[in-house]
């Protein structure tokens, strides 16, 4: 299928967790069949996802550029690539600058690594200053359960609170954070430079949603960056667990790569 046919507009990616709990590898099959402009590699618990050479012959392979990696920043990846965080962000760039990917995709660090919390803004400075490669760090959310909060992350689940040199918005953690994500947006700036496309409804579960199925400004967003000199990228990470079947995962998948390219190209945001 043809990818973007407008070289100006941003690319739309495929996160490899968009997939799950199929493999990395079934990730860069459907990006290429669907017509994504790359993918984004979460690196987690697939050993493929952690294997630079594996995932540069999937690349070549499939005719999809790697533009972005996502540290291995989750609860279930905390010995991913070492125990140390820093370690792991360094692997990250590592692989990114391998793969010719342009951003690493980092979370605030959680509560319980102290130091590595208090050195965490100062850090992310250090080490975008030793590569071209992007580091974005990524608005996350409280952690509720029925009328109960915690604040899981540090500094801030809010990234904007610090200072950042580039960020990452997801429009799902905006939902979950019942926060508004377009003045996230406005705070972010010109120092915005990387997207995950998702939707949610305020549910205090993180949803990723298939664009336009919840209530975020996924549309306007979208119509946004066509009339901005964003140069970043926009990946789909959306959640498709409850998908049925292959066909029904790669038809919600296709779902949000024309709602994307819909919203980018229309003036008017899509709206008919």
């Known amino acids: 299928m043809v990818r973007n046919p407008s070289s ?5 990616a495929l996160s490899t967790a ?8 079934t990730a860069f099959e459907i990006a290429a069949r ?16 952690q294997d630079v050479e594996a995932l540069r012959r999937l690349s070549d392979h499939h005719g999809v550029p790697i533009l972005a990696v996502h540290a291995p920043c989750l609860l279930i990846t905390q010995r991913v690539w070492s125990t140390d965080p820093w370690t792991k962000l360094q692997r990250a760039r590592a692989a990114a600058e391998k793969l010719g990917a342009s951003t690493v995709v980092v979370h605030p660090p959680f509560r319980w690594q102290r130091q590595y919390a208090r050195d965490f803004v100062t850090g992310i400075w250090r080490m975008a200053e030793e590569t071209d490669v992007r580091f974005a760090v990524e608005n996350m959310y409280p952690w509720r359960y029925r009328d109960r909060e915690m604040l899981a992350y540090a500094p801030e689940w809010d990234v904007t ?7 990452t918005v997801d429009l799902s953690h905006t939902a979950t954070a019942r926060t508004d994500a377009t003045a996230m947006i406005d705070r972010m700036g010109d120092r915005l430079a990387h997207i995950h496309l998702a939707d ?11 664009p336009g199925r919840g209530t975020q400004p996924c549309a306007e967003l979208l119509t946004g960056l066509a009339r901005s000199s964003f140069d970043g990228h926009i990946v789909i990470e959306v959640n498709t667990r409850r998908a049925m079947s292959s066909a029904e995962r790669e038809a919600d998948l296709a779902e949000a790569l024309a709602f994307t390219r819909r919203h980018l190209a229309a003036p008017d945001g899509g709206r008919r």
Do not use: I
């Open 8 to 12: 100006s507009a941003p690319k739309v």
């Open 18 to 25: 968009s997939v799950y709990p199929e493999s990395t590898a």
């Open 34 to 49: 669907l017509g994504y402009d790359g993918v984004e590699v979460m690196v987690w618990t697939d050993p493929v996802s």
């Open 161 to 167: 609170k610090d200072d950042y040199r580039h960020f």
């Open 200 to 210: 949610g409804n305020g549910s205090a579960k993180d949803e990723h949603l298939v």
